[in-house]
Every structure is written in structure tokens, then in C-alpha cells.
């Protein structure tokens, strides 16, 4: 175990590091990523930011971006960095599972792990824990932790506050969701003075579309959504034919589960694809209602509350009859 003292004090001389996320990452898992990637680097620190699997083009302009390791793409070279590292940052998860096969090497590994996260329910796999349920982000946790923890608002370049700005802002769904409290508005301010150009940010993540992705999206909401009133609740399901039609790429899915939600009365929104290797749940909730628990119980997955996430070896249409079939269950309280 490390405390705050002994953390401080290692960071203050040079240190081999690697900092990873969640597979498949978001843009809070790369934002959080290349924001502390971009704070340890002016101090001199030999720092990686390995990325379990590929990420959207979307995230690719990230200050940094450049220097990311794939795993996927560069397996031994990883492997090396992690096995040669004194600290792991782990960030925005929770379980060694979540990075797929890097966790056996970061758990195998010598290095400190220092995990910053808002998941629930963290796995005991680390040596120094800043952890919040209640963040938005874990954008909004490395803000915290270099400025309040480390005492480094100094060190929050525009780099540091473009990425960290990016991280929360996709996390919040655009400072959209419950946990966007007024003190993530503060450190949202905070970033924008030191130098993150938030209109910019805006443009580049949500208004950078191929033809593609826009007529994928139109055919979600044409030919693959089917709303069930009675439950409140409206599924978005697309088989692999489909994807490879309009040639979906990484990230050109994201966000599609927003549209079944936005719907007055819904208050479940599953989008649910078929992957080439298993069918993935991503589900949406408004207000109480605990989408994690259905991805936890059903889904081999979790997440938050609003924002949940599973996986299925089933077939396509297995898996939707299995989601309707769970409905029932929480027919109180979709009603409510
Ligand atoms: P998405 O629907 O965007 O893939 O995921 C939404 C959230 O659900 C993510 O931020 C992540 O916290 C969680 N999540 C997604 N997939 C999984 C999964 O397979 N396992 C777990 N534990 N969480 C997941
Ligand atoms: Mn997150």
C-alpha cells in the first residue's frame, strides 16, 4: 500500500510509468489517459500510455495522441513497458478483467498501481486508490488529484486541460447528466482559463461524421428500433450484415443509444449489436432506474447507473429476446 506522502515523493524524480484505461476506450478513458500523460511528462517522468485495444478516430486529435501504444497493435513492446514499469496508472475501471489480457500483466507486475476511477465496486488490485462514485468522470479524479492531491495546477497546461475538458465532457454526455454538479461547472471553468478551447473540443468530437456514420444512423432509427410502451423502454438492434454495409468503424456506434432515449416517455435504451466475435449491450437510463444492474446480473458487464454496458455469446436475436424477457422484472419501476 502507498500513501499520499510516499506517492508525492516518488513522483518527484523521474520514474518509468505506464498509464492504461478500459478496452476499447472513451473519450473520458483517453481524455484521463493523455491529461495525466501530458501532466508527467514535463516533470520528466518516462511515461507510456498503453490502450488496450483501438479506440474512435474521433479521440485522435488528443494532444499526444501520437505517442499512444495499442496493445493489440504492439503486444511485445507493451509488455515490455509494463513489465519494466515502477508505477501502472490504472484509469476509469475497476476489475483487471476490464483490460482483457493486459490484466494478467499489470497484475503480475512489480509496479505500483495507483487507480483512479468512479466505477463501482473497485477490485482490490491497487496500492493507492482515488476513487469517487460520484465523479462525472475520471477526467474530474485527475483534476482533482494533480491539483488537490499533488498541488500541481501549475503543471495544467492546454494540453493537460484539452484532454481532461474532453473527458468530461464526453463522460456527462455534454454536461448533461446528474452527477454534472456545479463544482464539475468549477473545474470546467478551471480548465477553459487554462487553456482548453471548449467550442473547439465541441466541434471536433461531435461534428466530425463521415457520410457513413449519419446514413448508419439513419437506418438504426428507420429499420432497427422497436419501442415497447408498456416497459418505457426502446431497443436499437443491429446485426453484422449491417455493420458491414455501412462500413461501421470503432466509434461510429457511439452515442446511437442516446436517440432511443431521448424519447419523452422512454426511460431504457439498449442498443444492442452484433459484433464479429459477440454481441455487445450498451443500455441508457434516465433517473433512478440502475441500467449496471441488468449489464451485471444478465450481461457478464456493469457500469454506472445511467450508463451500463454488457456482452453476450448468444446469437443477435437471442440476446433481444433475453433482454425483453427481463423486463418484467422491472416493470415497477419503469412505470414510476
Ligand atoms: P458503453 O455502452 O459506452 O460501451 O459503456 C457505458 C459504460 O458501461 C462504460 O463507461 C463502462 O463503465 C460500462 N461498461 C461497458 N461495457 C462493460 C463491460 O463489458 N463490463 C463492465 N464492467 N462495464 C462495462
Ligand atoms: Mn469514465
Same mark, same amino acid.
Given at each position: 500500500m502507498l500513501d499520499l506522502a510516499a506517492l508525492t515523493e516518488l513522483l518527484a524524480s523521474p520514474r518509468k510509468i505506464v498509464i492504461t484505461t478500459h478496452h476499447k476506450p472513451d473519450g473520458d478513458a483517453m481524455g484521463s489517459s493523455l491529461g495525466l500523460y501530458n501532466y508527467l511528462i514535463q516533470q520528466g517522468h518516462h511515461a507510456t500510455v498503453i490502450a488496450p485495444t483501438d479506440y474512435p478516430? $474521433?479521440?485522435?486529435?488528443?494532444? @499526444?495522441?501520437?505517442?499512444v501504444v495499442i496493445y493489440t497493435e504492439q503486444a511485445e513492446k507493451s509488455a515490455a513497458l509494463i513489465a519494466d514499469a515502477e508505477l501502472i496508472f490504472c484509469l476509469? $475501471?475497476?476489475?483487471?478483467? @476490464? *483490460?482483457?489480457?493486459m490484466g494478467v500483466l499489470v497484475g503480475e507486475s512489480k509496479a505500483y498501481k495507483i487507480m483512479i476511477d468512479h466505477h463501482?465496486?473497485?477490485?482490490? $488490485?491497487?496500492?493507492?486508490r482515488h476513487w469517487n *462514485? !460520484?465523479?462525472?468522470a475520471t477526467a474530474q479524479l485527475i483534476y482533482d488529484f494533480i491539483v !488537490?492531491?499533488?498541488?500541481?495546477?501549475?503543471? *495544467?497546461?492546454a494540453d493537460v486541460a484539452t484532454c481532461l475538458y474532453t473527458g468530461i465532457m464526453t463522460d456527462s454526455a455534454s454536461f448533461r447528466?446528474?452527477?454534472?454538479?456545479s463544482t464539475v461547472h468549477r473545474i470546467v471553468a478551471d480548465l477553459i482559463d487554462l487553456g482548453a478551447v471548449n467550442w473547439r473540443i465541441h466541434e471536433l468530437v461531435?461534428?466530425?461524421?463521415t457520410e457513413n456514420r449519419l446514413r448508419f444512423l439513419g437506418h438504426c432509427l428507420a429499420n432497427c428500433l422497436e419501442v415497447l410502451p408498456e416497459y418505457h423502454t426502446a431497443i436499437i438492434a443491429v446485426n453484422n450484415t449491417d455493420l458491414h454495409k455501412y462500413d461501421?468503424?470503432?466509434?461510429?456506434?457511439?452515442? *446511437?443509444v442516446n436517440y432511443a432515449l431521448?424519447?419523452?416517455?422512454?426511460?431504457l435504451a439498449a442498443f444492442i449489436v452484433e459484433r464479429s466475435d459477440r454481441v455487445k449491450l450498451s443500455l441508457r437510463s434516465k433517473g433512478? $432506474?440502475?441500467a449496471n444492474e441488468i449489464c451485471k446480473k444478465y450481461f457478464d458487464g456493469g457500469g454506472h447507473r445511467n450508463a451500463a454496458g454488457g456482452h453476450s455469446s448468444n446469437t443477435l436475436e437471442q440476446v433481444v429476446q433475453q433482454f425483453k424477457t427481463i423486463l418484467p422484472e422491472y416493470k415497477k419501476l419503469l412505470n414510476q
Open positions: 478516430a $474521433f479521440l485522435s486529435w488528443l494532444p @499526444r495522441n501520437g505517442d476509469d $475501471f475497476n476489475a483487471l478483467s @476490464r *483490460i482483457n489480457e463501482l465496486e473497485p477490485q482490490d $488490485f491497487d496500492d493507492y *462514485i !460520484n465523479a462525472c !488537490n492531491e499533488l498541488h500541481h495546477r501549475e503543471l *495544467i497546461n447528466l446528474p452527477n454534472t454538479t461531435y461534428n466530425s461524421a461501421v468503424d470503432t466509434g461510429d456506434t457511439e452515442g *446511437i431521448s424519447m419523452a416517455d422512454i426511460k433512478e $432506474f440502475p
